[in-house]
């Protein structure tokens, strides 16, 4: 099955640093997104892309959706504690002629811990 | 804001018995999804429901599995005889079109004993 590679694994930082995470993959999807989880939630959305270049921004968090369509970086500007959680890319990609079925295929997710 | 709900928020049950998770999508989607989060593992696909029909399903979606949609609000997930190797985070989510993201519940924690 299609697989995302997704890094780091996990980071340890400061409050006040800026971090930067990715997801590569050997195919094409199209359409990236980004989730939150906390212990005990479920993956919140925090941006979706829908176009190669795509860059977007939500409050500190923006994220870029790869010219080639096989790879999305995620960057926190000025962490805080709360931006404690693990990271997931996803992507989508339709699974037949059709176009009607778009599931999700996550990454293994980048553990933050944000030191106050 | 709307939000996916799911219950049981944990579910323990006997190996071989069988379990029914439940959703309730946010109210004007179309599109409902399982996924399951094995424990330190990534978040797997496991079938897509649109117009009262499985429309994709991953391997893991074994004839143990099923979903239904009783009604107007719920969505559920069958495991009719439950193995150990079930024990997970199951989530559901919903999109209103197949192409707009997908938001998720908080998840029902399953444990098989």
């Known amino acids: 099955g299609q697989q995302l590679n997704q890094s780091p694994q996990s980071m340890f930082i400061q409050e006040g640093e800026d971090v930067s995470m990715n997801c590569t993959s050997s195919?094409?999807?199209?359409?990236w997104l980004w989730y939150k989880q906390e212990p005990g939630e479920g993956p919140v959305l925090l941006i979706a892309l829908y176009k190669a270049g795509e860059l977007t921004s939500n409050g500190r968090l923006t994220a870029q959706f790869g010219i080639t369509r096989k790879d999305s970086f995620l960057n926190i500007s000025a962490s805080i504690p709360s931006d404690v959680g693990i990271y997931f890319c996803a992507g989508q990609k339709s699974w037949n002629s059709g176009g009607s079925n778009y599931k999700l295929t996550f990454g293994k997710g980048t553990l933050l811990t944000v030191n106050p | 804001e709307p939000e996916v709900t799911q219950t049981p928020s944990h579910q323990v049950t006997q190996m071989g018995q069988e379990v029914i998770l439940r959703c309730v999508p946010i109210s004007n989607h179309l599109y409902f999804y399982w996924y399951r989060q094995i424990l330190g593992q990534k978040v797997e696909f496991l079938v897509s429901?649109?117009?009262?029909?499985?429309?994709?399903k991953s391997e893991i979606f074994d004839d143990q599995f099923s979903v239904e949609r009783p009604d107007g609000s719920n969505f559920t997930l069958k495991i009719r005889s439950t193995k150990l190797e079930d024990s997970a985070m199951y989530f559901c989510?919903?999109?209103?079109?197949?192409?707009?993201?997908?938001?998720f519940g908080d998840g029902t924690r399953l444990s098989i004993l």
């Open positions: 429901f649109y117009n009262n029909e499985i429309s994709e």
């Open positions: 195919s094409i999807f199209n359409t």
């Open positions: 989510a919903s999109s209103y079109l197949s192409n707009q993201p997908q938001h």
